[in-house]
Structures are given as C-alpha cells and as structure tokens.
C-alpha cells in the first residue's frame, strides 16, 4: 500500500514562478527521497534527506523534512518549462539490513512556457 | 558509467502466458529492486534482491517471481499472465546503504491482452 500522499495531485504554473510539492507518510524513516518522472519513463533521483535533517539545497530544489508531522515539502524555484513531469515522494524505513522504496501517488506538475 | 538496462522495452502478450523481464544494474551495485507502475495502484514494490538473495518481498500473488545472477543481473518472471499484468515494471540499482539514493531503469511496458 502507499505511505506517502502528495498534495496537490496536479500542478499548474507559469515559467519563472515557484513550484511546491507536499508529501506526507505514516511510520517513521530512514529517509526521504524525491523522484521526478517524464512520461511514463524511468524515474529520476533528485535528491534525499535524512531523517535527521531538516532542509537541503541541489540546485534549484529545496526539500524539507518535518518528522514529528510526518511531512516533507519539495520548492523547485525559476520553474522551467523543461520542468514539466511528475515528482514523487518515497520514503525509506530499512528494516533486517533491506531497503525498500515506498512511493506516494505523486503530483502532475505542469509548466505552461 | 552505464546507466540500469531493462529488456525489453515493450511487449505484448496474451493471457494465461508467462513472461521474463531483465534488469542490468549499475556496475558496482549488488542490490536489484523491481517496482510495477499502474494508474490504478501507482508505484508498488515487488521484491528486491541482494548478493543474489530475495530480501525482501511486496505483496503480490506468487505468479510474481524474480532471481539475482552472480553478476548481479536480475530477472523477475510472472506466470500465468492476467489483464491486470499489464504495467510499466521498473528496476533500481542501489548501493543498499541507507543515505543512497536508487537510480532506475526505462522500464518494460508490459501489456497483456
């Protein structure tokens, strides 16, 4: 089943504005990590955080990661059109040395040029 | 370095027949994880494998199988193929530590018919 919920399901914005994604999960974590997926491919790492962490930079994306809400947020900022695709959020709880990806239902971001 | 190579990329097959999927990892990387894609369930884990050991298993039916070479490349077999096989199957290599991320294949977009 999925831990993870993102919110918004669907995203719409201008080129050049700020993107935030939420993303909430249920047991606790090893750590957090975002995906972003184009069309059905293959998703692509963009960054993770640990469970001790609070915030990280990469670029133009900031993650945040509160564990007493259960709650991570990912800001792309400048959005480009080259933006557009779908983010996920997955959470890593390893558990007898495996490490298993749960995802969430990810949110459909779309970057009107 | 070579990115993770799933074979093939497309296929189609008819109910009640059997298919076998291929993951090439990352060189260096000994854990294999699968994940099938659908609109319905989304992403869900299936089963990872490590040093050619299964450690971890999803919740799917046993027509879901799945096997490590020594050389680390990975095969995940479904039998007995049922219209609701029909899905995007993801592989991810990792370093299988906590703090590292999964860098995944393009995907076999399976249909059965």
């Known amino acids: 089943s999925q831990q993870g919920e993102e919110d918004p399901q669907a995203l719409s914005i201008q080129e050049g504005e700020n993107a935030t994604m939420n993303c909430s999960y249920k047991t606790s974590i090893n750590n957090l990590q975002w995906y972003r997926q184009n069309s059905g491919r293959g998703l692509v790492h963009l960054i993770l955080i640990r469970s001790n962490e609070r915030e990280k930079h990469s670029g133009r994306l900031r993650v945040t990661l509160d564990t007493s809400k259960k709650s991570s947020s990912l800001l792309i900022t400048a959005s480009r059109a080259a933006d557009t695709a779908s983010y996920f959020c997955?959470?890593?709880?390893?558990?007898?040395?495996?490490?298993?990806?749960?995802f969430g239902k990810g949110t459909k971001l779309s970057v009107i040029p | 370095k070579a990115g993770v190579t799933q074979t093939p990329r497309y296929l189609i097959k008819t109910r009640g027949q059997q298919v076998t999927l291929s993951c090439s990892p990352i060189?260096?990387?000994?854990?294999v994880s699968w994940y099938q894609q659908t609109p319905g369930q989304g992403l869900q884990f299936l089963f990872e494998?490590?040093?050619?050991?299964?450690?971890n298993k999803g919740n799917f039916p046993g027509r879901f199988s799945g096997r490590q070479f020594s050389n680390s490349r990975s095969e995940m077999n479904v039998s007995t193929l049922e219209l609701g096989d029909s899905a995007l199957y993801l592989c991810?290599?990792?370093?299988?530590?906590?703090?590292?991320?999964?860098?995944f294949g393009s995907g076999t977009r399976l249909t059965v018919v």
């Open positions: 991810a290599s990792s370093l299988a530590r906590a703090g590292h991320g999964y860098t």
């Open positions: 494998y490590f040093s050619e050991t299964q450690r």
């Open positions: 997955a959470t890593v709880f390893s558990g007898a040395g495996s490490y298993q990806l749960t």
């Open positions: 060189s260096g990387h000994r854990s």
